[in-house]
């Protein structure tokens, strides 16, 4: 199956190619179909599996052929930094074809809050959102969504996950009811089926296999007690293979910890962390997809939707939470078939998690020798883990759910108007 396939239009096929794009992933197979067919759709699709232009390419295909432009999609995704990047998914297709998109989010001054007010009188076709921020304009009246056909929910469980469930049934509310809503999620949690009843009609509904790391990622694992972490780093980071890092770890303040720390060794490094403010954290992120920074330290916020090519390594410094946090992690290296390599650091007390994350990948991940000058670590015994997890669960792990925002002040403008 080629692009070619979907009947694009011309402008659209140009910039789907100017971006690189050959082939149609999995996802965007499935799902740009039943779209196209205007039918509404729940699927189970991970970042990184082309999930964003699955759901763009016909939306935007529909706009194109619209008798008259209006406002007429709502893209609401969790943090400001997956608006953003779904706003530059959209100015990358939409480059021959005048597609107008704005990302509205939360955390900036009053002086945007006028901007986008002012753009979106204007005319855009398409709005990204983050939920807090955009009911704050619904409330004050400023975005109207009369005649709005596509609702987009990206990472719904995330927004779940941040307490979003009843800020998204209050915008569903200002919504016209005969329209298409597009759910994407990399999980599905009972909650989400709820809502998913709630809000769409008769959905088709696609799964494309999630909890399974891409094949091109070489997964090792420390086990350790936690005074060993470092040293063992300090040592994989002399390796001059890995050109492109990114470290999480469980909170911001171990974040800026071990940035401090990790300096030591090398100047070319920055964390990453919703203490930050927006220019800051744009700024680092342009550097780091431009590898000007070797080593981004951050909490889980970084692990969804950060779209940058060639990272060499992912160390979990911390083991995460669940599963599917260690997959969207991991899965920031080898992306577009390239190699990388996963490290994680598994001390005592996430062996019964880490345990848990081989079974449900059905393998184990290779367990690689401490350096013997940093001493011996603990045995490795996840089933007595697992059990002593289940007696005192562990509530730290991905210490950063939340990851965005909610602020419902200001709001940075991010606007391309309709050409
Ligand atoms: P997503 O899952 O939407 O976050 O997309 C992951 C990455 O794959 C992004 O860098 C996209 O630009 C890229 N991408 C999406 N679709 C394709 C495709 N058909 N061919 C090549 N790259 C793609």
């Known amino acids: 199956m080629t692009f070619n396939d979907f009947n694009f239009d011309d402008t659209l096929l140009e910039g789907l190619f100017s971006m690189g794009y050959k082939q149609p992933t999995p996802i965007q197979e499935q799902a740009i179909p039943v779209l196209t067919n205007n039918k509404d759709l729940i699927a189970c699709a991970q970042t990184g599996t082309g999930k964003t232009a699955a759901y763009l390419l016909p939306v935007m295909n529909h706009i194109l052929h619209a008798e008259k432009r209006h406002l007429n999609t709502l893209i609401i995704a969790p943090t400001r930094e997956l608006a953003l990047q ?44 983050t939920p807090g ?27 779940l996950d941040m307490g979003f469930f009843d800020d998204i049934k209050t915008i569903i509310n200002y919504l016209p009811k005969k329209r ?14 709820l809502l998913a009843n709630q809000i769409l009609n ?70 990453f962390h919703s203490d930050l403010e927006q220019p800051e954290r744009e700024e680092i992120m342009r550097e780091f997809k431009s590898k000007k920074i070797r080593i981004l330290i951050g909490t889980d916020i970084l692990s969804r939707g950060i779209d940058v090519d060639g990272i060499s ?46 079974d449900l990948m059905g393998y184990e991940v290779t367990k690689m020798p401490i350096p013997a000058e940093l001493g011996e670590g603990p ?23 939340g990851g965005g925002n909610r602020n419902h002040s200001g709001g940075k403008k991010h606007f391309k108007p309709r050409k």
């Open 180 to 193: 298409q809503t597009i759910l994407f999620s990399a999980t599905m949690p009972p909650k989400m089926r």
């Open 133 to 159: 921020r955009l009911i704050a304009l619904l409330q004050a009246g400023d975005i109207n969504f009369e005649h709005l056909q596509h609702l987009i929910l990206d990472e719904a469980d995330r927004m």
């Open 379 to 401: 045995a490795y015994d996840p089933e007595a883990n697992k059990k002593m997890d289940g007696k005192k669960p562990f509530k730290g792990g991905s210490g950063n759910k």
């Open 313 to 358: 390594l992912v160390v979990n410094f911390d083991a995460p939470g669940d599963p599917e946090d260690y997959i969207l992690r991991i899965g920031r290296t080898a992306r577009a078939s390239k190699a990388g390599v996963a490290i994680t650091f598994v001390n005592q007390r996430d062996q019964g998690k880490f345990s848990r994350i081989e």
């Open 202 to 271: 008769e959905p088709e509904s696609i799964n494309i296999a999630i909890s399974k790391p891409a094949a091109g990622i070489v997964q090792q694992a420390y086990v350790v007690h936690d005074k060993q972490k470092e040293g063992i780093l300090k040592e994989v980071l002399k390796n001059p293979d890995y050109q492109s890092v990114i470290i999480f770890s469980a909170t911001k303040e171990n974040v800026k910890a071990l940035e401090k720390s990790l300096k030591a060794i090398e100047t070319n490094i920055k964390a």
């Open 86 to 129: 779904i706003d530059q998914q959209v100015d990358g297709m939409g480059y021959f074809c005048g597609i107008g998109s704005i990302a509205i989010y939360g955390g900036n001054d009053g002086i945007t809050w006028e901007k986008q007010k002012r753009a979106l009188k204007e005319g855009v076709d398409i709005v990204i959102a």
